[in-house]
Antibody, heavy 121, light 109 residues
């Protein structure tokens, strides 16, 4: 079955960096766009970044543009989110999710269980 | 960027019917915006119930249905069950990307 497993969360100091990973299985990873979505404590869902099937097209929310980088390794069936210059307001559960399209322009049909990032001094 | 609006909270009686709506500050919601409806139960990851306005996944209970209603996307729950108590988010696509609504907290009581 389709499965997405995030890892890499933890406690990190403001201004530092962290890389999240999402291991995909049960589908042909290289055929689909992928998303990172986050949820701050007690808040709603926020699109963070999306990447096309081949990694050539990427889109970022204004709140993370210039600080976060989405990437993928199709040979390893893995999605990444490199987070630099972390801020207190980046504290959230980060979910990876599969898009039903190649370009990642539709939505999320399958979600991972999430990984928690806490930015605190 | 457009703002997507949802009712903050709704209550439905067990066995009853309720409709959640999803509006856009950019105007009427259309099928071209590929409305999605996502359910999130307390302490759990989100799960997509409806995609492209009306389509259901294999795991979507038959009592949920999606539509366009009065210029908004709508999610109708017919025959509410206690396990349907959850937060529901809509997602709309725009030229600049996808935007979530603020979510509706549905209480079954």
């Amino acid at each position: 079955q389709v499965q997405l497993v995030e890892s890499g969360g933890g406690v990190v100091q403001p201004g530092r960096s962290r890389r999240l990973s999402c291991a995909a299985s049960g589908f042909t990873f290289s055929n689909y766009g992928m998303h990172w979505v986050r949820q701050a404590p007690g808040k709603g869902l926020e699109c963070v970044a999306v990447i096309s099937y081949d990694g050539n097209n990427k889109f970022y929310a204004d709140s993370v543009k210039g600080r976060f980088t989405i990437s993928r390794d199709n040979s390893k069936n893995t999605l990444y989110l490199q987070m630099n210059s972390l801020r207190i307001e980046d504290t959230a559960v980060y979910y990876c999710a599969k898009d039903p399209s190649k370009e990642g322009g539709y939505g999320m049909d399958v979600w991972g269980q999430g990984t928690t990032v806490t930015v605190s001094s | 960027q457009a703002v997507v609006t949802q009712e903050p909270s709704l209550t439905v009686s067990p066995g009853g019917t309720v409709t959640l709506t999803c509006g856009s500050s950019a105007g009427a919601v259309t099928s071209g915006q590929d409305p999605y409806w996502i359910q999130q139960k307390p302490g759990q990851a989100p799960r997509t119930l409806i995609y492209d306005t009306t389509n259901k996944h294999s795991w979507t209970p038959a009592r949920f249905s999606g539509s366009l209603l009065g210029g908004k996307a709508a999610l109708t729950l017919s025959g509410a069950q206690p396990e349907d108590e959850a937060d529901y988010y809509c997602l709309l696509s725009y030229s600049g990307g996808q935007v979530f609504g603020g979510g509706t907290k549905l209480t079954v009581l």
